[in-house]
């Protein structure tokens, strides 16, 4: 073989490997590099956040009972207290003497009832003797009456019988009037007594109120007064109208803000993890037990029914959280946990065991009659076909990019999907796909443009971006 021949040999296969290098390199430039996961099983939890502050179930604001300047102050804030505990008290001079003094007006109003029954008895004893002295006077008088029809004594004398008699008569019905009267002067004065007695009941309040006393075991948790100071009765939330706040920290609560979106998904007896800013890597167990009804401002706070304001902004729902009293973290913190300590509480509103799931930036929206077309065509739009004006346009289906290999080539086609508990980063799916199955998951831009039928290459390596200074 000639020198001519073999380089033309030589020219042809080079010119030849070129064209084959070519075509690869350019059928390489139109597939799409796509990252891509799996359906996998595993443990969906779905969780709603919420941030608030710690508060007791129950606290007070002890007001102020009586008038006047405080004599002593018994506690200070942090001091756990039991029930029945004496936390203040108020000066007392003028209760004090009320009391004293209708003390004397019992014992002088006993003192008369005791005089009234010793005149009731007196009046029987008369009554006793007049009845006596009636009787004699009715034997005499009957005796004089006998003689006198036999005509044996003078009328004068039989006069004088009649006469006697019907004094003692007048005496007796005289002495059994002034019994009743001394009955009811000693009913009259018991009345007495009893009026006393209750106003004294009265006396003793006011002078009680001087006095106050911790409704519950508790903690106080703001003591706005000094030793000296005047109470002042009747005025709410006026400076002196209130002693002290108690609160009852056997029950403590998380009172959190749910934003509006996410408060759909929380109902009673949820799981809850609350976490305390103050009290670093430690995680109190308890359970929603509270849901408001009412939608409160993000700004103000203000529950919209009672704002006069008609922004759109963003909303929150109160949700109040009990922490567990069987957790032995919450037995350890009781001494530490104050109310309006900062909280966060971590809602547990739905748990999958081993569900299908993907990753929820796999999620696409797209028209499926469109996404079917461009299947079928490879990824582009059909030119002959005319585009149907009169057809009523879906809404858009919920689906995924599935990788499928069609013609010796991966593509990614959409497929429809049905999902349900949404967890932190992936998301359940109940039907359109099974496990293993391999879906485009990202770039956002490739996702974004991504079309049915489409030819992709998988590139999971992690992209890196640079910042402007870097260049």
């Not at 007791?56 to 756990?80: C, S």
């Not at 109160?318 to 300590?341: A, H, I, W, Y």
Request: aromatic share 2%.
């Amino acid at each position: 073989m000639s020198a001519k021949k073999k380089i033309l040999i030589v020219v042809v296969v080079l010119v030849l490997i070129g064209i084959v290098v070519g075509t690869i390199l350019n059928s390489q430039a139109n597939v799409t590099k796509v990252a891509t996961g799996k359906a996998s099983r595993q443990d969906l939890v779905s969780i709603v956040s919420g941030t608030g502050q710690i508060k007791p179930k129950t606290y007070v604001n002890i007001g102020a009972t009586a008038f006047g300047r405080i004599t002593h102050l018994n506690v200070k804030e942090g001091d756990h207290v039991k029930a029945g505990t004496i936390l203040a008290t108020v000066e007392s001079v003028q209760p004090q003497a009320t009391v004293a003094a209708q003390r004397a007006t019992i014992s002088s109003s006993r003192t008369d009832v005791n005089s009234y029954v010793a005149a009731e008895k007196t009046a029987e004893a008369n009554i006793l003797q007049a009845k006596a002295d009636l009787e004699q006077k009715q034997l005499d008088y009957n005796r004089s009456l006998a003689l006198y029809n036999d005509k044996l004594i003078a009328k004068q004398d039989f006069d004088a019988k009649k006469a006697a008699f019907d004094v003692s008569a007048a005496t007796l019905a005289q002495r059994v009037a002034t019994l009743a009267q001394s009955q009811a002067q000693t009913e009259s004065q018991r009345g007495h007594v009893e009026q006393a007695v209750a106003s004294q009941r009265s006396n003793f309040d006011a002078l009680d109120k001087t006095v106050s006393r911790a409704p519950f075991d508790g903690l106080v948790t703001n003591v706005p007064v000094r030793e000296g100071e005047t109470m002042v009765v009747g005025i709410q939330n006026a400076e002196g109208s209130t002693l002290m706040t108690l609160a009852d920290m056997s029950v403590i609560t998380a009172e959190v803000k749910v934003d509006e979106t996410d408060i759909v998904n929380v109902a009673l007896n949820q799981p809850v993890d609350v976490t305390v800013d103050a009290l670093p890597g430690r995680v109190f167990k308890g359970h929603v037990t509270n849901v408001g009804d009412q939608a409160l401002l993000r700004t103000t706070g203000v529950a919209t029914s009672q704002s006069t304001t008609g922004t759109e902004e963003a909303k929150d729902f109160k949700v109040v959280v009990t922490l567990n009293e069987s957790t032995e973290e919450l037995r350890r913190s009781m001494d530490e946990l104050r109310p309006g300590l900062s909280a966060t509480a971590k809602i547990t509103t739905a748990h999958k065991p081993n569900a299908l799931t993907i990753p929820i930036q796999a999620l696409v929206q797209r028209d499926a009659e469109t996404e079917k077309v461009l299947a079928d065509n490879n990824g582009k739009q059909p030119t002959t076909a005319a585009p149907d004006n009169n057809r009523a346009k879906a809404p858009p289906a919920q689906g995924v990019y599935l990788l499928v290999t069609q013609k010796k080539k991966v593509r990614a086609v959409f497929t429809p999907v049905t999902t349900g508990v949404t967890g932190a980063t992936d998301i359940e799916v109940l039907s359109g796909l099974k496990e293993g199955d391999e879906i485009v998951t990202g770039r956002y831009k490739v996702l974004r443009t991504l079309k049915s039928g489409t030819p992709v290459k998988v590139d999971n390596t992690v992209e890196v971006t640079t910042s402007p200074d870097d260049k």
